[in-house]
Each structure stands twice: as structure tokens, then as C-alpha cells.
């Protein structure tokens, strides 16, 4: 992952945490949302057997597609804190 190097003539290091910070709290609330939004049995057994767990499949990659990108803000946050 690349890091923003911290220099007189950039962005400072505490905006940068500012700014990956309020980047990670809104990629954890659509988490969080993404999770509220999960399948619900009822809408799915129309379509015939094994269509919920298709869903849920999907569902949970979603969450997960979201988890790693919170994950690698974070690791940015941490990285610039160190610089």
C-alpha cells in the first residue's frame, strides 16, 4: 500500500487522519447498514430451494468487499500516525 509521504508542501498529517478517518467511520456505517439490509427468508423461498443461501452468499461478500477496504483505511490511518 502506498502511504502519502508527510511534507511541508502537502497535505498535513493531521488531515490526512482527519480525512482517512471520516473515510473509515462511513465505509463502517455502510457496514453496518449493509448488514441491517441482510436477506430475509420470506422474500427468497418463491424463487425455489437454495435461493436464500445464494443471497446470503452475495450478502456476506458485500459485507466483506466493505470490511476490507475499512480495513486498509485503517492501516493508512495507522501508518501516517506513525510518520
Known sequence: MIVP???RNGTSKSRL???YGAAQQA???AITAVIAAGP???DYYPQGPGTL???NTEHHARIE?????EQELLALI???DRA
Not at 65 to 69: A, I, P, T
Open 40 to 42: 430475509n427468508g420470506r
Open 78 to 80: 495507522e501508518a501516517i
Open 27 to 29: 465505509v463502517h456505517l
Open 17 to 19: 487522519v482527519e480525512q
Open 53 to 55: 443461501e445464494e443471497a
Open 5 to 7: 509521504t508527510i511534507h
Open 65 to 69: 468487499k466493505l470490511s476490507v477496504v
